[in-house]
């Protein structure tokens, strides 16, 4: 009994959350993958280099405060999300990015770890149009070690997101949001 024990626990290589994740994607029955990356993926620019993609194949997972709801926008790595279209889409009058507790509060991850799915209290998901014109995307998948890839219809279906144009017009320097890195 004991070395079955063992056994079980010498499997479970990942960190919960990510294994949170793991268990979403199978049971969804998406076809998806997750890999883990030992010089961190904090960024989407790091990401990027990472798992030898575009920019824009990255999608930052970003968490919105609108007016004390928590809102979750997934916009490409290569862009910067507007907030304007973002409070006029969620229905609020403006919107901020989200502090690392409120990020860890509504979607059970850490900011620059955030994963689209599963999600404990988001009110509302949006993903940018854009990110639909690829055949592949990559996701935080719960750390910043880990990320998983998966069709960008996948992840409109597993996050039950509302498409929309979340991105400001033209891309300005390097696109970063405050504070919460690639999440």
């Given amino acids: ?58 999608v930052k997972s970003l968490v919105f405060d609108c007016d004390g709801r928590s809102i979750l926008v997934l916009v490409p790595g290569d862009r910067r999300a507007d907030r304007s279209k973002i409070a006029a889409a969620a229905g609020c009058s403006k919107a901020r990015i989200a502090g690392a507790d409120q990020v860890r509060d509504a979607t059970g991850y850490e900011p620059g770890a955030v994963a689209p799915f599963p999600l404990e209290h988001v009110e509302a998901v949006f993903l940018d149009r854009t990110l639909l014109q690829h055949p592949l995307v990559w996701i935080g998948a719960g750390s910043t070690r880990h990320m998983a890839a998966l069709a960008p219809t996948e992840l409109l279906r597993l996050s039950r997101a509302e498409p929309m144009d979340a991105v400001e017009t033209a891309p300005e320097g390097p696109a970063r949001e405050a504070d919460q890195g690639r999440s």
Avoid: C, N
Wanted: aromatic share 6%.
């Fill in 1 to 58: 009994m004991r070395g079955a024990t063992l056994l079980a626990v010498a499997a479970r290589s990942w960190p919960d959350e990510v294994e949170r994740v793991a268990a979403y994607l199978r049971e969804s029955g998406a076809e998806s993958r997750i890999e883990e990356f030992s010089e961190g993926t904090p960024t989407a620019e790091d990401a990027a280099k990472a798992v030898g993609s575009e920019l824009a194949q990255i």
